[in-house]
T-cell receptor, first 114, second 116 residues
Framework: AQTVTQSQPEMSVQEAETVTLSCTYDTSESDYYLFWYKQPPSRQMILVIRQEAYKQQNATENRFSVNFQKAAKSFSLKISDSQLGDAAMYFCALALNRDDKIIFGKGTRLHILP | NAGVMQNPRHLVRRRGQEARLRCSPMKGHSHVYWYRQLPEEGLKFMVYLQKENIIDESGMPKERFSAEFPKEGPSILRIQQVVRGDSAAYFC??????????????FGSGTRLTVV
């Protein structure tokens, strides 16, 4: 069975600073994808970034980047130059290439301090 | 191109009533997925449907819950005889193909069901 663990229920960061959200996962499969989703108070689920497990290069989307450590099964999200609009719940998620489900972690609530 | 549309956005039901949640996938998407988010939890898979077929219902509670995706019209998640523990946000997602590419779904904004 696949699991995703986010050990930080809440985090705070000063506006314009950098913050890293942690995620670990477990799977015996070798072909999978990892995601970070953002859920603002509007409840909309927004895909922030995705990573293919077979790629060693870390994915980057503007101010968002990941640190993918496959051997350690770690997938952290770094947000640079934090903005007030980044305040949200962030979910780490895993999908196997052969499956149709996404397995989500419990989320980390990120607060941005002005 | 409208996104995944879910309605209603909020739904209040008394214990024992039926709840019907609707999901219209993105245009051209024939694969629909339902997820449930309990308070302070991540989303959990419930069911995967294609038009007129249930492909995977391994996450559906065995009783009171059912889902359909007819040839015409939206996908419906139906909860009979609701109980307080059914209070949650229910999300629908759609994709044009099965999730073999790991592109991630396009989610709707969810329906928040409150059972009183």
């Amino acid at each position: 069975a696949q699991t995703v663990t986010q050990s930080q229920p809440e985090m705070s960061v000063q506006e314009a600073e950098t913050v890293t959200l942690s995620c670990t996962y477990d799977t015996s499969e070798s072909d999978y994808y990892l995601f970070w989703y953002k859920q603002p108070p509007s409840r909309q689920m927004i895909l922030v970034i995705r990573q293919e497990a077979y790629k060693q290069q870390n994915a980057t989307e503007n101010r968002f980047s990941v640190n993918f450590q496959k051997a350690a099964k770690s997938f952290s999200l770094k947000i640079s130059d934090s903005q007030l609009g980044d305040a949200a719940m962030y979910f780490c998620a895993l999908a196997l290439n052969r499956d149709d489900k996404i397995i989500f972690g419990k989320g980390t609530r990120l607060h941005i301090l002005p | 191109n409208a996104g995944v549309m879910q309605n209603p956005r909020h739904l209040v039901r008394r214990r024992g009533q039926e709840a019907r949640l609707r999901c219209s996938p993105m245009k051209g998407h024939s694969h629909v997925y339902w997820y449930r988010q309990l308070p302070e939890e991540g989303l959990k898979f419930m069911v995967y449907l294609q038009k007129e077929n249930i492909i995977d219902e391994s996450g559906m509670p065995k009783e009171r819950f059912s889902a359909e995706f007819p040839k015409e019209g939206p996908s419906i998640l139906r909860i009979q005889q609701v109980v307080r523990g059914d209070s949650a946000a229910y999300f629908c997602a759609s994709s044009p193909t099965p999730l073999t590419g790991g592109n991630g779904y396009t989610f709707g904004s969810g329906t928040r069901l409150t059972v009183v």
